[in-house]
């Protein structure tokens, strides 16, 4: 198995590593350790390189399934052993974990709101979405939505990880709302990110360490999806930091 660096420590921007399986017929490797994030929960993989002394080797997919996360490559894939150094596009990650926190402020302030969960969402660097089923909000009445929300983020709540066994996160409501139920019985450890005070969810992403390194937001568009369902998109006012 990998150990995913992304998983405790969201800023690690580059890894030493070594190579445990190697597929050259997909040109792909499966490294000991990795600060790529393969995707999943909305949040897109990263992007970056491996370097074998000064070959940089492109990284074009990243990937995982039971043995851990695959690097894919666009040309030369090295043997096993082999001991790489990766770095990943840390401007657009930290956009991305900077935007995935925002989507979990307003998750927040919805569920403050109207008690509704979350139902889906995906995100880019810079802008996401979320869908709510909010059959009774006028979705013309988004700017009093906007300032709870960049009031919410402006309260620097801090963000904070942790690992619960799996049966005190099947009894903490605010993961049952999430649906912590929908994750795969095998998993026994779940990961939780906490917006202290704020929004609280059982998640693998990458996110920022509170909410001041967000700034503001703007709710760009809201869109009926039918039979009450809305979907909510927001943009970061400053990409750039
Ligand atoms: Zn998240």
């Not at 198995?1 to 490797?29: L, N």
């Not at 001991?83 to 927040?108: F, K, N, P």
């Not at 917006?195 to 809201?222: C, F, P, W, Y």
Request: hydrophobic share 35%.
């Amino acid at each position: 198995m990998t150990e995913r660096i992304y998983s405790t420590d969201s800023y690690a921007a580059e890894m030493s590593a070594e190579v445990v399986a190697a597929d050259r017929d997909d040109r792909r490797v499966l490294l000991d350790r990795t600060v790529f994030y393969p995707g999943g929960g909305g949040q897109p993989i990263d992007q970056g390189a491996l370097w074998v002394g000064d070959d940089r080797l492109e990284v074009v997919k990243v990937t995982q399934d039971a043995d851990g996360v695959w690097h894919w490559l666009d040309e030369g894939v090295p043997g096993v052993g082999t001991q790489v150094e990766g770095r990943i596009d840390w401007e657009r990650r930290y956009l991305l974990m900077r935007t995935h926190t925002s989507l979990h402020a307003l998750c927040g302030v919805v569920w403050d709101w109207f008690r509704s969960p979350v139902t889906g969402g995906n995100m880019e660097p810079g802008r996401g979405r979320l869908d709510f089923e909010l059959p009774n909000w006028d979705p013309d009445k988004r700017g009093p939505l906007e300032e709870a929300l960049n009031a919410a983020i402006a309260r620097h709540h801090p963000i904070e990880v942790s690992f619960l066994p799996r049966k005190e996160a099947d009894a903490d409501p605010s993961l049952i709302r999430t649906k912590v139920n929908l994750i795969p019985k095998s998993i026994q450890k779940i990961r939780v990110i906490d917006l202290v005070g704020l929004d609280r969810q059982a998640d693998g992403g990458t996110h920022v360490k509170s909410t001041a390194e967000v700034g503001q937001v703007k709710i760009t568009k809201v869109q009926s999806k039918g039979r009450g369902f809305r979907r909510i998109r927001l943009a970061l006012n400053n990409p750039k930091t």
